[in-house]
């Protein structure tokens, strides 16, 4: 009977838990409506957020563009994903303070200290608005001049951590549980853009019907080398056939369906690896056969991480978008957060 009872207990908190919340939540939209808008709200969100996303994505691309001279991919081991791991972080980071400044420019964000108008240096004329910090020690703050007027700011170190951490959580999820995806791709390895692949039957090439699974692989996701979609798709080996087999010769004597008996228990004493086909595109195919042929390391770029960056550069910029002092908007949120205080 105890059970049962605790059982029950369990269940009623549950249930109010969930009856409150959804008061909650219509509470909480109810409001937004009233008080959300255009001019003050919307403007101001969609340039933290683009700004910050724009950041995100370039940043990116830049530290894609230093592992191509450091001679890093996406499959070089341990400094592969740390580094992917670094310019994530980092990304994000700045992704952040690009919102942080755009949101004070834009005169929307609340916090410490008042500071003059941006737009004259009458230093009679106060906006109802504050800089980045509540902290007035003046050794924390940097100051940034503007037209017209003096902009207070400061790196926490909180904010900074958290965006850095928040960042790469959500790039690691995005990108299927990898950090290497940021890095460039080694033309023979697998791709940064890998996602989907099929069996591949020995050193043999694409079948039409594989063809038509790796033709939808190529639409969906690009080449798994450098992202592009094109309408020609090749079946690329993995590990390609001269590092499978040791060299095209065995590969062209492993190749076909009259192969012989004593070639196939030669592979398997020599431990031939299984390979899977990857879509691939004619460029990054021809750059792999001199690559393989040559012994050469070849990287190419892509851009399959810009959606990542996109999405989460506008999200860290939504995170730190909070409306101008005395606006309405304030009072609503603050009364949402009691609510749910006192629900609890």
């Not at 109810?30 to 969100?45: C, G, I, S, W, Y």
Request: net charge positive.
């Amino acid at each position: 009977m105890v059970r049962v009872s605790n059982f029950n207990a369990v269940g009623d908190y549950l249930s109010s838990i969930s009856s409150s919340s959804s008061v909650i939540a219509h509470d909480f939209v109810d409001r937004f409506r009233k008080d959300f808008r255009f001019q003050t709200h919307v403007v101001p969100l969609i340039c933290t957020s683009c700004c910050s996303a724009m950041t995100m994505n370039y940043s990116m691309h830049m530290f894609q563009k230093i592992a191509l001279i450091a001679r890093v991919s996406s499959a070089t081991p341990l400094f592969g994903p740390v580094l992917g791991l670094s310019s994530t972080a980092i990304a994000s980071v700045l992704a952040g303070q690009m919102s942080l400044l755009i949101s004070d420019m834009t005169l929307t964000r609340a916090g410490g200290k008042k500071h003059f108008s941006t737009t004259n240096n009458n230093n009679n004329n106060f906006r109802d608005v504050f800089s980045f910090s509540n902290n007035n020690n003046n050794n924390n703050k940097q100051k940034k001049r503007r037209k017209g007027g003096t902009l207070e700011t400061s790196w926490e170190a909180e904010e900074t951590s958290f965006d850095a951490v928040f960042g790469s959580v959500l790039f690691f999820a995005a990108s299927l549980g990898t950090f290497s995806r940021a890095m460039p791709s080694d033309v023979s390895e697998v791709g940064a853009n890998a996602v989907k692949s099929i069996k591949a039957q020995g050193s043999n090439y694409a079948t039409q019907s594989e063809k038509s699974f790796l033709h939808a692989f190529m639409q969906k996701y690009g080449c798994h080398h450098c992202g592009k979609k094109t309408l020609v798709v090749i079946g690329d080996h993995m590990p390609p056939n001269k590092t499978a087999f040791g060299s095209g010769a065995s590969a062209a004597a492993s190749r076909g369906s009259n192969v012989s008996i004593a070639r196939k228990f030669y592979n398997f004493i020599r431990m031939v690896p299984s390979q899977r086909f990857y879509p691939q595109c004619e460029s990054c195919s021809g750059l792999q056969s001199v690559a393989v042929r040559t012994g050469m390391k070849t990287l190419v770029s892509h851009s399959a991480h810009a959606k990542c960056a996109i999405l989460i550069g506008a999200i860290l910029g939504i995170r730190h978008f909070q409306p101008r002092v005395g606006d309405r908007l304030n009072k609503t949120i603050e009364q949402i957060s009691n609510n749910l205080v006192l629900k609890r």
